[in-house]
């Protein structure tokens, strides 16, 4: 059992969302479509970047919200038409993993028919849970991601950092590009959240 109440993962979730809208930011992006599945957490933490996102670049963003395997295919063609620099699939939360990994893979098959512009940027935990590997089964998707840059954030809990990495497609292999440090009181969120443990480091 997670040593979190459901508020403090609501506020771990502002904390991770402002510092995932701030490494957005620093990428360039300036258009900027967040796809998340109508449940608390992960429209918590899509929010809390769009309003990062906005606060450091004065740029575009809007929140695309996913029924599961109610509406992936028409979310794809509205992601077409916004023409994004860069897509963020916030998929995780309370919602169960192998429902998200399904809506998942099937909104990437989808914006790979439709050809949706941009970078592509996965959340940590679909990525975790094997959701990019499931939607690389399909060589459209495949193909897809090939030709764009695919991110994803990860934490180091033992050093207090938040990690972007870009992901090799072929092998699924991470290369760090930037790291953020975070606040004490942001690291004892994700360690008793994600780790059922104190923070460790110094």
């Given at each position: 059992?997670?040593?979190?109440?459901?508020?403090?993962?609501?506020?771990?979730?502002?904390?991770?969302?402002?510092?995932v809208?701030?490494?957005?930011?620093?990428?360039?992006?300036?258009?900027?479509a967040?796809?998340?599945?109508?449940?608390?957490?992960?429209?918590?933490?899509?929010?809390?970047?769009?309003?990062?996102?906005?606060?450091?670049?004065?740029?575009i963003?809007?929140?695309?919200?996913v029924?599961?395997?109610?509406?992936?295919e028409?979310?794809?063609?509205?992601?077409?038409?916004?023409?994004?620099h860069?897509?963020?699939?916030?998929?995780?939360?309370?919602?169960?993993?192998?429902?998200?990994?399904?809506?998942?893979?099937?909104?990437?098959?989808?914006?790979?028919?439709?050809?949706?512009?941009?970078?592509?940027?996965?959340?940590?935990?679909?990525?975790?849970?094997?959701?990019?590997?499931?939607?690389?089964?399909?060589?459209?998707?495949?193909?897809?991601?090939?030709?764009?840059?695919?991110?994803?954030?990860?934490?180091d809990?033992?050093?207090?950092?938040?990690?972007?990495?870009?992901?090799?497609?072929?092998?699924n292999?991470?290369?760090?590009?930037?790291?953020?440090?975070?606040t004490?009181?942001?690291?004892?969120?994700?360690n008793?959240?994600?780790?059922?443990?104190?923070?460790?480091?110094?």
């Amino acid at each position: 059992m997670p040593l979190t109440t459901f508020e403090e993962e609501i506020y771990l979730r502002t904390l991770t969302g402002r510092l995932v809208g701030k490494a957005v930011s620093d990428f360039g992006v300036n258009k900027l479509a967040v796809v998340a599945p109508r449940n608390i957490i992960c429209t918590a933490i899509a929010t809390a970047t769009e309003a990062a996102f906005l606060d450091y670049t004065g740029g575009i963003t809007y929140h695309f919200l996913v029924e599961p395997g109610k509406n992936e295919e028409e979310v794809a063609k509205r992601l077409a038409e916004f023409k994004p620099h860069a897509t963020l699939l916030q998929f995780g939360g309370e919602s169960p993993i192998e429902e998200m990994k399904k809506s998942f893979t099937a909104l990437l098959k989808y914006i790979a028919e439709n050809n949706v512009p941009g970078d592509i940027i996965v959340h940590v935990r679909i990525f975790a849970a094997g959701g990019l590997s499931e939607a690389l089964k399909d060589e459209k998707v495949k193909e897809y991601l090939s030709k764009r840059n695919v991110l994803v954030y990860t934490v180091d809990f033992d050093h207090g950092r938040v990690i972007v990495n870009k992901i090799n497609i072929e092998d699924n292999t991470l290369t760090p590009l930037k790291e953020y440090h975070v606040t004490l009181e942001h690291a004892d969120l994700l360690n008793r959240s994600l780790k059922d443990r104190r923070v460790t480091f110094q």
